[in-house]
């Protein structure tokens, strides 16, 4: 597949319009450093931005940074014991859109509050009975994702500055909202024309870029466009200020570019159809 624009897109989970934790970076085909879109973004925002992508089917390859599903392989269902447990991705996004659609600024708090929802997660003081303890339930390619020496978290997990639980449940309404408008890999087969959105893990990213283990966040120029080099780019234009979200974009957006024309990173080993329907799958993770 080709494509001519590659745009990587650190989420947050946050409960108010505008995270801090939002951050945006494009780059063209070539070899031009990506490009921060540098805003105050609101995921309203930047969903009214992805949007416009579908709108002029724009052949862009989109990584969003958050997991779009729960586990379902290990229990055969993703809230085992309710029986509203939905049987797929794009029914679960639809899910948490209808038990938060009056949550502002696609936050999911009712969804982690409600009665049967609440019971499968580990949140600040309230750990629900289904959560099993531990580390807690984790998709296929999180166990994949951990046999590449990464750290993923459970989505379950809804405490510490480390969780992404928040996160996932915020994009799967965007999600929802981008649904038949915008080709979401594994859950839609790949579109011949216009935009695709991946899941990425910009970790991935910088460990393939050379950064070594036990350091987690760029925080300066020298250092990203080192990093940035080892995916063939030139260096980037200074930002005004460095930090985690913003440089964990820009070097993903030079990932996505340099890994696209993988064909196995398309076809992963272990990502069979049902995976494809239910959990997805990290780009990247073999």
Wanted: hydrophobic share 45%; net charge neutral.
């Amino acid at each position: 597949m080709t494509f001519t624009d590659f745009i990587a897109i650190d989420w947050s989970g946050q409960a108010v319009e505008r995270p801090k934790g939002l951050a945006v970076a494009h780059a063209r085909a070539g070899d031009a450093a990506p490009v921060l879109i540098d805003r105050p973004w609101s995921r309203a925002d930047i969903l009214g931005f992805l949007g416009e992508l579908a709108e002029r089917r724009t052949r862009a390859l989109i990584g969003l940074d958050l997991s779009p599903a729960f586990p379902f392989a290990d229990a055969g269902a993703y809230f085992p014991g309710w029986d509203a447990s939905p049987a797929d991705g794009p029914a679960l996004w639809a899910l948490v859109e209808r038990l938060s659609e009056a949550d502002p600024h696609f936050a999911a708090t009712s969804f982690v509050q409600h009665v049967e929802a609440r019971r499968h997660f580990r949140q600040m003081g309230d750990c629900g009975d289904r959560f099993p303890g531990g580390r807690g339930r984790f998709r296929v390619c999180e166990h994949g994702q951990a046999a590449m020496a990464l750290s993923p978290y459970s989505c379950f997990n809804l405490v510490g500055a480390s969780q992404v639980g928040k996160s996932s449940l915020t994009g799967m309404r965007v999600l929802h909202r981008l649904r038949g408008r915008i080709g979401i890999w594994p859950f839609d087969p790949l579109p011949e024309t216009g935009p695709v959105l991946v899941e990425i893990y910009t970790a991935l990213a910088a460990r393939l870029a050379g950064m070594r283990k036990g350091i987690s966040k760029i925080r300066d120029g020298e250092t990203l466009d080192t990093l940035l080099a080892a995916f063939g780019s030139a260096p980037h234009t200074p930002l005004a200020r460095y930090d985690d979200h913003a440089t964990d974009a820009i070097l993903s957006a030079a990932w996505l570019r340099t890994t696209v024309s993988q064909p196995a990173l398309w076809r992963p080993a272990g990502l069979t159809a049902a995976l494809a329907r239910t959990e997805g799958w990290t780009f990247g993770v073999p």
